[in-house]
């Protein structure tokens, strides 16, 4: 459980200033605040409880300028830097956008880089200074019934102070597609990306990527079909340590008119196929169904009911379960409440026990029963105080007592806007 409570003091008013950029009018806009961020951890371990609270006073100033819209040129930078009693952070932010006659983009590049240092004697200390990045440059030479969308982009992490669970990585990827040429209305997209993933310090984890993506989005009154597709092949740089691997990743939804509602089909379909099976990795093929009804309003009140299934199939291994659940839900992004709140009753069967009768270390699977409440969301209680919520709360009821479990997380923000 998770609590946390957040109040800023804006020092200064965002104020405005002229620049000039070539031949475009830049307006810049300058931002300093101070706050507190106060948060309660506390963990359910099964040895011993624990709380931990944290509590960092900061100081943060902020620089957004950007370029007329109307202007062939278009460009946008920020920066940020922030001080406080755990944390030192600093943001910058960056995109060129190339217009021809304030049209269409047909060039486009992003950066973005994040750093983080933390104070030796903080309550983060046991985390590693690190600084992030990642840019991304795409050109769009061939535009007309069809668009011709190429893409590079890199992206890295770097730990002063690598470890087990804080690695240092660099990615880089080259892909081309063929998409619609507008953004309203119905649209697809397929294409090829290639990426190759390092890790300086454990090379074994090494890999390259091939992957064939594409998607549709139709959609009329009332009515829309969105469908998602990306098969990947993985080669691994040591087949010891992960072996190389198919994958298959599909995504359908679908919306039709019924009623004063829709009727709701969501489809999501995982399949991993690998060179050589081991204990850790296995062929394994996983599917869940969402169908139901929903009425109402995202602008006011959008209510779900559904039916939902959920089934992995890892052939004679203990994973092997089949789920089924019903789910009712409220959506909303109106003022003053805006975010979704779902609850799911449901069971789980699981189809081969144990590993092995003769291991005593092999895992169990016992069914159970679970109820999942799932809510984020925020809450306008006047015109400068809001409440943010996320919870996530699931207790298992399984078939064997002293397998029962209950999960759960929850994060709770008072929010003071000037």
């Not at 950029?21 to 951890?41: E, Q, T």
């Not at 299934?309 to 409440?337: I, M, N």
């Amino acid at each position: 459980m998770v609590l946390g409570a957040t109040a800023f003091l804006l020092l200064a008013m965002a104020t405005s200033a002229q620049a000039q950029f070539g031949d475009d009018r830049a307006r810049w806009r300058p931002k300093i605040s101070a706050g507190v961020d106060a948060y309660l951890h506390n963990y359910y371990l099964a040895i011993a409880d624990t709380t931990e609270a944290i509590a960092e006073f900061n100081v943060a100033a902020e620089i957004d300028g950007q370029s007329r819209r109307t202007t062939s040129h278009q460009w946008r930078l920020r920066g940020e830097f922030s001080s406080g009693t755990e944390l030192t952070r600093q943001l910058f932010d960056g995109s060129y956008r190339w217009r021809p006659d304030a049209g269409v983009p047909r060039i486009r590049a992003d950066l973005i880089w994040y750093g983080r240092q933390y104070r030796p004697d903080s309550e983060y200390s046991r985390s590693s200074d690190n600084n992030e990045g990642r840019g991304e440059v795409r050109a769009y030479p061939w535009y007309g019934k069809a668009v011709l969308d190429l893409r590079l982009s890199s992206r890295y992490l770097d730990f002063r102070t690598p470890s087990t669970l804080e690695q240092s990585y660099h990615e880089e990827s080259a892909a081309a597609f063929l998409r619609s040429p507008g953004v309203l209305g119905s649209s697809w997209r397929a294409g090829l990306r290639g990426t190759q993933r390092a890790y300086p310090d454990s090379a074994a984890i090494d890999r390259d990527i091939l992957a064939f993506e594409g998607d549709l989005d139709f959609y009329g009154e009332r009515r829309n079909l969105w469908v998602y597709h990306r098969s990947d092949r993985r080669l691994a740089a040591d087949e010891t340590v992960r072996p190389s691997a198919w994958s298959h990743w599909t995504d359908v939804r679908l919306l039709l008119p019924a009623g004063a509602g829709q009727v709701v089909t969501n489809l999501n379909n995982e399949v991993w196929r690998y060179d050589e099976e081991t204990g850790a990795y296995f062929d394994s093929w996983r599917t869940d169904v969402e169908f139901g009804y929903q009425w109402g309003d995202m602008l006011g009140a959008l209510w779900r009911t559904l039916l939902t299934g959920d089934h992995l199939d890892a052939g004679d291994l203990p994973e092997t379960y089949t789920q089924f659940g019903l789910q009712g839900s409220l959506e909303s992004y109106a003022y003053p409440f805006t975010g979704i709140i779902a609850i799911e009753y449901g069971h789980r069967w699981y189809e081969n026990g144990a590993a092995s009768d003769t291991d005593e270390y092999a895992l169990t699977y016992t069914d159970f029963s679970y109820l999942e409440i799932w809510a984020m969301a925020t809450w306008s209680m006047t015109e400068h105080f809001a409440l943010d919520l996320i919870v996530n709360y699931q207790p298992e009821n399984h078939t064997e007592q002293d397998d029962d479990l209950a999960l759960g997380f929850g994060t709770l923000r008072l929010v003071w806007r000037p």
